[in-house]
């Protein structure tokens, strides 16, 4: 295993359904050099009243930070977000 910094135009999506990499650039609203994840953590969606979803977001590989994916409250009762793989068509 070998740790990088930098993924050039790449993107990585890491769910409990599908992990992916794509290219950024073809891409609209994917950003370069990031990490994508959700919650994979089933359990924490039916222990929690307010549900699941509290550990997803959106990492930077050039800076270390974690924005979240959207600025609205993302907890779910139901299951684990499902990517779905974008397609620059």
């Given at each position: 295993m070998t740790e990088t910094k930098e993924l050039?135009?790449?993107a990585f999506f890491l769910g409990a359904n599908a992990s992916?990499?794509?290219q950024a650039s073809r891409c609209p609203g994917i950003k370069p050099n990031?990490?994508?994840f959700t919650e994979d953590f089933?359990?924490?969606y039916l222990s929690y009243e307010e549900g699941g979803g509290l550990d997803m977001g959106v990492?930077?590989?050039a800076d270390g930070s974690i924005q979240p994916h959207y600025n609205s409250v993302s907890l779910s009762r139901f299951c684990p977000p499902t990517w779905v793989?974008?397609?620059p068509y």
């Open positions: 050039g135009d790449a992916l990499s794509v990031h990490i994508y089933y359990e924490t990492f930077n590989l793989t974008p397609t």
